[in-house]
């Protein structure tokens, strides 16, 4: 069974960075293309960013363009989010997802295993 654990989400000022980590078990992180979401309060899971399972094609939603780096270490069977220049928007509870092809995908139906999120708060 493969299992997703994030961590390194807390509370940072706007403007302040934090690094996502998602450490994948049960089967190597080589395997899948990786993907980040976020669900902020009353709002739907949305995408994040996405890499292939090389660690090539990398793809970001427009709002986090340019602040967030997406990456992989499948030799330590984990994926990174470095989140730069943080806003209170980027208030969310972020969630990687593994999908089991070598393209990701920003639809939440084409990734199979989730983890249980990490909550990210950027107080303005």
């Known amino acids: 069974q493969v299992q997703l654990v994030e961590s390194g989400g807390g509370l940072v000022q706007a403007g302040g960075s934090l690094r996502l980590s998602c450490a994948v078990s049960g089967r190597t992180s080589s395997y899948y293309a990786m993907g980040w979401f976020r669900q902020g309060p009353g709002t739907e899971r949305e995408i994040v960013a996405f890499?292939?399972?090389?660690?090539?094609?990398?793809y970001y939603t427009d709002s986090v363009k340019g602040r967030f780096t997406i990456s992989r270490d499948n030799a330590k069977n984990t994926v990174f989010l470095q989140m730069n220049s943080l806003k209170y928007e980027d208030t969310a509870v972020y969630y990687c997802?593994?999908?089991?092809?070598?393209?990701?995908?920003?639809?939440?139906?084409?990734?199979?295993?989730w983890g249980q999120g990490t909550q990210v708060t950027v107080s303005s």
């Open positions: 997802a593994a999908r089991e092809t070598y393209y990701g995908s920003s639809q939440l139906g084409d990734y199979k295993y």
């Open positions: 890499v292939s399972r090389g660690g090539n094609y990398p």
